[in-house]
């Protein structure tokens, strides 16, 4: 099959993921994107993208062409089934356990198994383990299709690599790592990637391989970022300013340029606990990946900790103190909140008695109130606070004036070093 040939591609999730790679697809091909939310569907028909990942002028550009190329949008799964590449960006989310919840992909999978035909691909790009493809999500295809892989439909596995809220290292910037479960599938899978792909694509030997690649970059972020943090446990308690040490450290050509901060999201937080269920269900308990997801995972008490010490060494109490949060998405200039670690400084304020206003200009209101049970407020509604916590380092929070809040009494808590430091008390 060469890609001319094909009739259409699907994109199944229109998340952060979908939603760029199907705009992508659809400049050069026919292409159907579905997502089971119906609301997310009908905003995205309406030019409304809740992640703002995609460019509008671009998705209304595909929206509109509708021949040979182009984007459809739908929750309807029969017009999914026409389409001969599927590529799946469902999320992969762990669950109370830190346990890999492969639910949603599974789901994907038995709804593409009801609907494949012979000669079909299933491309995965949702951050898995690796062996998942063929492991998990294969038998289900084949249960369901009653068609037989790699005789009768094939797979492909291809990470995504996009880093929400970047403008600049966009998909088709970012060299993109693809695989195939044939040698032929797998070069197939390479020319569609390459088609659309500017800076290039990586083929790799074999779909595990491709997907040990993806768990290995964020598993490999997350132990560097850890090492940072533990340093900044250890520095706090030697009295040494973190930062400093970085950057007189960072003088030296080799030393890794790694910041301390709140590890949470998506992938940097989660996808560490896919490579570490596999190792495990394989005998193999990991020390380094696990010793840095308890660091990062307990960074959150740490600062609010921090904080509490200094209103008491400030004022002597900290029953009925006020505090101010500013940012709660998991990263900044980005309306994701999904596993935001500023959730534990909260919670630990809050079991103080503390009370606690969180501000993020980025985030949805309503989302946050739903999924956390927080009720952000307005720049408005600041009022005086005991401290003020910069958990996020949002553009927006630079035309603060934090010089007005030490004024007012607040003890100004840098979490990102981002803040000019005449105007902070600490920082991480
Ligand atoms: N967000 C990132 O920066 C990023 C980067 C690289 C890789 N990834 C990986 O990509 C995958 C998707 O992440 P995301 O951030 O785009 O998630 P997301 O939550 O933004 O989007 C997923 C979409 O899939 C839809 N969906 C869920 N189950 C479905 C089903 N059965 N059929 C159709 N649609 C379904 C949801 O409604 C949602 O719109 C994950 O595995 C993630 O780890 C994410």
């Not at 994109?11 to 697809?25: D, K, N, T």
């Not at 990942?53 to 999914?80: C, F, M, P, W, Y």
């Not at 060299?175 to 070069?187: Q, Y």
């Not at 006020?322 to 980005?334: D, H, M, S, T, V």
């Amino acid at each position: 099959m060469i890609m001319s040939e094909y009739k259409e591609i699907a994109v199944i999730g229109l998340g952060y993921v979908g939603l760029p790679l199907a705009i992508e697809f659809a400049k050069k091909y026919k292409v159907i994107g579905y997502d089971i939310n119906q609301l997310r569907v009908e905003a995205l028909n309406d030019f409304r993208d809740g992640t703002h990942e995609a460019n509008i002028d671009d998705l209304q550009l595909v929206l509109h062409a509708r021949n040979d190329t182009g984007l459809k949008l739908s929750a309807d799964l029969s017009d999914v089934k026409n389409a001969e590449i599927y590529i799946v960006t469902v999320p992969t989310p762990i669950d109370h356990l830190k346990r890999p919840d492969l639910e949603p992909l599974l789901s994907a999978s038995r709804m593409l198994g009801k609907i494949l035909k012979s000669g079909d691909i299933v491309i995965y790009e949702s951050t898995v383990y690796p062996g998942c493809t063929e492991e998990d999500c294969v038998p289900v295809l084949e249960e369901y299709s009653r068609l037989k892989y790699n005789v009768d439909f094939f797979c492909g596995y291809s990470p995504e690599r996009i880093n929400p809220g970047d403008k600049i290292n966009t998909l088709t910037k970012i060299k993109k790592v693809t695989s195939g479960s044939t040698p032929e599938i797998a070069l197939e899978i390479d020319r569609l990637y390459s088609s659309i792909i500017v800076a290039g694509t990586h083929l790799a030997p074999s779909m595990k391989v491709a997907e040990a690649s993806k768990a290995i970059e964020n598993a490999q972020r997350d132990v560097n970022i850890s090492f940072v943090n533990e340093l900044a446990l250890i520095f706090d308690k030697m009295g040494i300013d973190t930062s400093d040490v970085l950057a007189a450290a960072s003088t030296k050509w080799n030393f890794l340029n790694y910041k301390p901060g709140l590890v949470g999201g998506h992938c940097i937080g989660v996808d560490p606990y896919y490579l570490a269920h596999k190792s495990e269900a394989l005998g193999y308990k990991p020390e380094v990946i696990l010793s840095g997801r308890r660091v990062n995972d307990n960074m959150g008490m740490f600062v609010a900790n921090k904080v509490i010490k200094m209103i008491v060494a400030k004022s002597g109490i900290v029953n009925g103190a006020r505090i101010l949060i500013l940012g709660f998405a998991f990263k900044e200039n980005c309306p994701d909140t999904r596993n935001t670690r500023v959730v534990d400084i909260v919670d630990e304020l809050k079991a103080f008695n503390i009370e606690v206003d969180v501000h993020d200009p980025w985030a949805s209101a309503e989302e946050v109130k739903s999924e956390y049970g927080i009720d952000l407020i307005a720049k408005e509604d600041f009022t005086k606070y005991n401290a003020v916590i910069l958990a996020v380092s949002h553009q927006k929070f630079l035309e603060l004036d934090y010089k007005q809040f030490r004024i007012d009494g607040a003890i100004v808590f840098d979490t990102k070093s981002f803040i000019d430091r005449e105007f902070v008390d600490a920082r991480l």
